[in-house]
């Protein structure tokens, strides 16, 4: 069993994200799941990007790394979209850290001031044409990280792993899933 922490993406705390982290529960896992908009949810992600500019993405990091404070140091962080952002700097900086999961987004280790910790591993997810991502960039970020895997999906969705986003691919969802498994599987 692993012990994982799941951070939303702009559209929020959505069904289709909590659908997802119970697949992950399904499978033995312990999965927290936050929330960092304080029940807000947003019907396009273009509308929960604009909320999280009105906070702050510093408050979004704030918030997921304060989360994490009551939980086990020893955690798989993992987030979609917006949820990469304080996964990876939790993930970074955090000691204790098992892994890191970043499901359609990614940024480069420099934003957080600190280079990736040696023996973390962790793995990104995107689709190829994102409009969202770039994945020549997230390439670049996977090459600085021992350990680091990037798995590009066909399609040009972005939230494409919640089952109640318009980018929900289900054959690319149901593979993601099965990666994500195998990686909590191997940390444990």
Same mark, same amino acid.
């Given at each position: 069993?692993?012990?994982?922490?799941?951070?939303?993406?702009?559209?929020?705390?959505?069904?289709?994200?909590? $659908?997802?982290?119970?697949?992950?529960?399904? !499978?033995?896992?312990?999965?927290?799941?936050?929330?960092? +908009?304080?029940?807000?949810?947003?019907? @396009?992600?273009?509308?929960?990007?604009?909320?999280?500019?009105?906070?702050?993405?510093?408050?979004?990091? *704030?918030?997921?790394?304060?989360?994490?404070?009551?939980?086990?140091? *020893?955690?798989?962080?993992?987030? +979609?979209?917006?949820?990469?952002?304080?996964?990876?700097?939790? $993930?970074?900086?955090? $000691? &204790?850290?098992?892994?890191? %999961?970043?499901?359609? @987004?990614?940024?480069?280790?420099?934003?957080?001031?600190?280079?990736?910790?040696?023996?973390?591993?962790?793995?990104?997810?995107?689709?190829?044409?994102?409009?969202?991502?770039?994945?020549?960039?997230?390439? &670049?970020?996977?090459?600085?990280?021992?350990?680091?895997?990037? +798995?590009?999906?066909?399609?040009?969705?972005?939230? +494409?792993?919640?089952? &109640?986003?318009?980018?929900? $691919?289900?054959?690319? !969802?149901? %593979?993601?899933?099965? *990666?994500?498994?195998?990686?909590?599987?191997?940390?444990?």
């Amino acid at each position: 069993m692993t012990e994982t922490l799941l951070f939303h993406h702009a559209q929020g705390r959505t069904p289709g994200l909590l $659908a997802f982290a119970d697949r992950w529960r399904a !499978a033995g896992h312990a999965v927290h799941t936050p929330d960092l +908009f304080d029940g807000a949810t947003f019907d @396009s992600v273009a509308e929960g990007v604009a909320h999280a500019r009105s906070l702050g993405f510093d408050e979004i990091i *704030r918030r997921g790394v304060a989360t994490a404070q009551k939980l086990p140091a *020893r955690l798989v962080y993992a987030g +979609f979209s917006l949820g990469a952002l304080p996964a990876q700097a939790l $993930a970074q900086r955090r $000691a &204790g850290a098992a892994g890191a %999961l970043l499901l359609h @987004s990614a940024v480069p280790t420099a934003e957080f001031g600190c280079p990736w910790p040696a023996g973390v591993p962790m793995q990104v997810h995107v689709m190829a044409d994102d409009p969202w991502e770039d994945a020549q960039s997230l390439a &670049g970020v996977v090459e600085e990280i021992d350990g680091g895997e990037l +798995f590009l999906y066909p399609g040009n969705g972005h939230l +494409f792993a919640d089952s &109640g986003s318009a980018d929900y $691919a289900e054959e690319a !969802a149901t %593979l993601l899933t099965e *990666r994500t498994l195998a990686f909590l599987g191997r940390v444990a």
